[in-house]
């Protein structure tokens, strides 16, 4: 199936095991907040159990080999006005939405201390953001 859009997720390859997977679940829930067309149907069994929906469309997982790989993604997504979603190191120290937030406003654009990001948007806009970048190991 061919699809019009793209779900990518860049993470620092430099993280622990633990902090490359609460990044992606994290970033990954941004786009399905954010746009419910990215939504699924809900899962019924056939003992009518329901069951959570996925996103509607893969979600492709990238390697940045620190700092200046992931920076270079964001500002290539951001100048070609796609949507994108932060994760910041100091997010890890944070505990709930107002300290995220404040954490987030604290710094401009350029000086965030990103371990991850999520793009979304046409895919041909997508690929060109993450030009050099490889799949996640």
């Known amino acids: 199936m061919k699809f019009d859009k793209k779900i990518a997720i860049i993470i620092r390859s430099d993280l622990k095991d633990w902090q490359k997977l609460n990044v992606t679940a994290f970033l990954a829930s941004s786009v399905a907040i954010k746009f419910p067309e990215t939504h699924g ?3 019924v069994t056939a003992s009518n159990s ?4 996925f996103l509607n ?19 290539r997504a951001k ?8 994760y910041t190191e100091p ?7 107002a300290e995220n937030l404040a954490g987030i406003a604290t710094f401009k654009d350029e000086e ?6 999520i793009i979304f948007g046409d895919n041909r806009k997508v690929n060109k953001a993450l030009d ?4 996640h190991p």
């Not at 329901?50 to 929906?53: D, G, K, R, T």
């Not at 050099?132 to 799949?135: D, E, I, T």
Request: hydrophobic residues 45%; without cysteine; negative net charge.
């Open 41 to 43: 149907g809900d899962f």
């Open 91 to 97: 997010l890890f120290s944070t505990r709930g939405e």
């Open 112 to 117: 965030q201390d990103l371990v991850g990001i």
């Open 57 to 75: 469309q893969p979600v492709m997982i990238y390697a940045a080999e620190g700092l200046p790989q992931i920076q270079r993604a964001f500002n």
């Open 50 to 53: 329901q069951y959570l929906p």
């Open 79 to 86: 100048d070609r006005e796609l949507a994108i979603g932060i």
């Open 132 to 135: 050099g970048l490889k799949f």
